[in-house]
């Protein structure tokens, strides 16, 4: 009886923010559209829950969610002794405050591991919402290319979805892209932008440094290049970008290794190597071992872009039929020929090769390069596509559009 009562006031609390969300995105998604993309979430929630407990015999979900559990049933001076706890720099630090994160949760609901996903999977898609939202708002242009990128693209919806630390990273995402499209729309950011902005970047911060390291500078520099151009009024934006690069270098370097240790450099390629030689050693299939090309330095250039082609387009369907790799298979190939017809549009490249668009392509490249090689599995790589396929797929749909304005002055 206890838990039916949770799931009616979760479920509730949970309706009544969607209703007032509707309410005030109503003038720019229909009902089918707005309500179809959350009952995606949620499903894909419960699906990766089946996945997971019936085809991977547990992992990750599952694990989070029975140590949060166990923390849960402990009394209250105990539960906030652990909670707040330090934890040591050999302990997989991520995975603990995440899990700590979950029990807090359950401690003040006492909801199930499937409640739990749906909270989780909401949460998500109402990140999908503000950036939907933030875009239509700079340019009714970018509305569709925007609502497909970050709310119906199958991977990112499933891996965005339930008990994983990609489903509240996905709405990370989203914030913070969403406050630089309500920046670049003229709008004055409210209260609410910056709360959740701050929020995302102190997530990304904590639980997936990686991502930050890589999404924070880019989204910083695109600040600076609107901020310069009222600095800078007779320099071509060209040389604003040279002058905010070179501005940024050390700043950025000591923000980094601030952020984590492992981006000093005497530590991060082999931190880097460390990880792609325990997944390999870890993995028995699906695997991307490095290419011996030329037997010289060249082949460092030649596995970048491997490593980086691997991130977007792999595995291929030939490369493997079985559950569920196949599925990844089908939408990388129809990606493959989305992009090769996006780029043999006229003027597509024309379009592509602006400030804006530039950064975008290096974020995506960057991550797809470096996650792939870091982690090269690409089962993983799959989970991981959630930080930069939405931002591929915005770029090449909005490419395509003629009123296309992505990268036009302020």
């Not at 709008?187 to 639980?207: A, E, K, N, P």
Request: glycine share 6%; hydrophobic share 55%.
């Amino acid at each position: 009886m206890q838990i039916l009562l949770v799931y009616f006031f979760v479920l509730l609390f949970l309706a009544g923010i969607v209703i007032l969300v509707y309410g005030a995105l109503r003038d720019m998604l229909s009902p089918q559209v707005f309500f179809m993309a959350l009952g995606l979430k949620v499903v894909s929630g419960v699906l990766l829950g089946f996945l997971y407990s019936h085809y991977y015999s547990g992992g990750d979900t599952f694990a989070y969610f029975d140590e949060a559990v166990g923390l849960a049933s402990l009394g209250s001076s105990a539960f906030w002794s652990e909670i707040t706890a330090s934890t040591l720099v050999s302990e997989p630090v991520r995975a603990i405050w995440f899990m700590r994160l979950v029990a807090v949760f359950i401690y003040v609901t006492g909801a199930d591991y499937w409640l739990t996903t749906v909270v989780f999977s909401v949460g998500s898609f109402l990140g999908t919402v503000y950036v939907v939202r933030a875009f239509s708002l700079w340019d009714r242009t970018f509305k569709w290319p925007v609502v497909l990128a970050f709310m119906f693209v199958p991977s990112v919806v499933f891996w965005s979805s339930g008990l994983l630390k990609e489903s509240l990273g996905g709405a990370a995402l989203c914030s913070i892209v969403g406050f630089y499209a309500v920046f670049r729309s003229s709008r004055q950011l409210g209260v609410g932008d910056v709360f959740f902005m701050v929020l995302s970047i102190l997530y990304l911060g904590i639980f997936k440094y990686y991502i930050a390291a890589m999404l924070g500078p880019a989204v910083v520099f695109l600040f600076l290049i609107q901020f310069s151009k009222s600095w800078l009024p007779y320099w071509s934006e060209w040389q604003r970008a040279s002058l905010i690069v070179g501005m940024l270098a050390f700043p950025v370097y000591v923000a980094l290794t601030w952020l984590s240790p492992n981006f000093q450099m005497s530590r991060l390629i082999a931190v880097i190597q460390f990880n792609h030689e325990l997944i390999l050693s870890q993995s028995t299939t699906s695997t991307l071992e490095v290419l011996t090309v030329t037997g010289t330095f060249l082949d460092w250039g030649i596995n970048g872009i491997y490593y980086m082609f691997s991130g977007l387009f792999r595995p291929f369907l030939f490369e493997s039929w079985a559950f569920p790799v196949w599925l990844s298979a089908i939408e990388n190939t129809l990606l493959l020929l989305i992009t090769f017809f996006a780029l043999s549009r006229k003027g597509v490249l024309k379009k592509l090769f602006k400030i804006e668009c530039i950064i975008a392509i290096v974020y995506v490249a960057s991550c797809a390069a470096l996650l792939s090689y870091s982690v090269p599995n690409l089962g993983t790589i799959a989970r991981y596509k959630v930080y930069y396929f939405p931002v591929l797929i915005l770029l090449l749909a909005s490419a395509t559009v003629r009123s296309f304005r992505l990268g036009s002055q302020k």
